[in-house]
């Protein structure tokens, strides 16, 4: 299985900066084929399941405000908020779709 | 607007089986266009796919628990489910049911249940 590995744990941003999460996979996830990296960001609120933001590692979902955005190839991602939000408190997860699906152990990030 | 509702016993005894429904309104497990599966989070943990179904029939698994798992789909009622045998306490987690988008070759979960928390003990 492919490992995904988030770093940091938990992080504390304040209101209006960035935050910055890091996504490193075991082993490529790009499909040489389509140049496409097999990777997806989702977010889970408190007492709620995941949702969706990123796919393609890039792709934004609809409706998933533009200050989230992803970025990365290979085997290294990142997903970034642009400017924090106190509703963005929540645990953000990577996984990867390449093989069988996996995902990373998750990144709170909470306010500053 | 797609729902995805589950339902089970929450309480399980160790060695016995894990049986979990996943009723979907709002869409049809028959679409070409997705899969239909299962993920679980052990409380205060991460997240691991169990499997997915897709109309045809075609079923596949994590294969850390493939010997364990057994998923199934009734598009009569429009619902697809889950049994997992010999659970111990390991096994106690959130279970969610999710539909996964196979478009373009993408195997992302864009719809979720609420989940539902599965105990495991005697």
């Known amino acids: 299985d492919i490992v995904m590995t988030q770093s940091p744990d938990s992080l504390a941003v304040s209101l209006g900066e960035r935050a910055t999460i890091n996504c490193k996979s075991s082993?490529?996830?790009?499909?040489?084929?389509?140049?496409?990296?097999?990777l997806a960001w989702y977010q889970q609120k408190p007492g709620q399941p995941p949702k969706l933001l990123i796919y393609?590692?890039?792709t934004r979902e609809s409706g998933v405000p533009g200050r989230f955005s992803g970025r990365g190839s290979g085997t290294d991602f990142t997903l970034t908020i642009s400017s924090l939000q106190a509703e963005d408190v929540a645990v953000y997860y990577c996984?990867?779709?390449?093989?069988?699906?996996?995902f990373g152990q998750g990144t709170k990030v909470e306010i500053k | 607007q797609l729902q995805l509702q589950e339902s089970g016993p929450g309480l399980v005894k160790p060695s016995e089986t894990l049986s979990l429904t996943c009723t979907v309104s709002?869409?049809?497990?028959?679409?070409?266009?997705?899969?239909w599966g299962w993920i679980r989070q052990p409380p205060g943990k991460g997240l691991e796919w169990i499997g997915s179904?897709?109309?045809?029939?075609?079923?596949y698994y994590n294969p850390s628990l493939k010997s364990r798992v057994t998923i199934s789909g009734d598009t009569s009622k429009n619902q697809f489910s889950l049994k997992m045998s010999s659970v111990s306490a390991a096994d106690t987690a959130v279970f969610y049911c999710?539909?996964?988008?196979?478009?373009?070759?993408?195997?992302?979960?864009?719809?979720w249940g609420q989940g539902t928390l599965v105990t495991v003990s005697s």
């Open positions: 999710a539909r996964q988008r196979v478009s373009g070759g993408t195997r992302v979960f864009d719809s």
């Open positions: 709002g869409g049809s497990i028959s679409s070409s266009s997705y899969y």
């Open positions: 179904i897709y109309y045809s029939g075609s079923i």
């Open positions: 082993q490529s996830v790009l499909y040489s084929s389509n140049n496409k990296n097999y």
């Open positions: 393609w590692a890039s």
């Open positions: 996984q990867q779709y390449f093989s069988t699906l996996t």
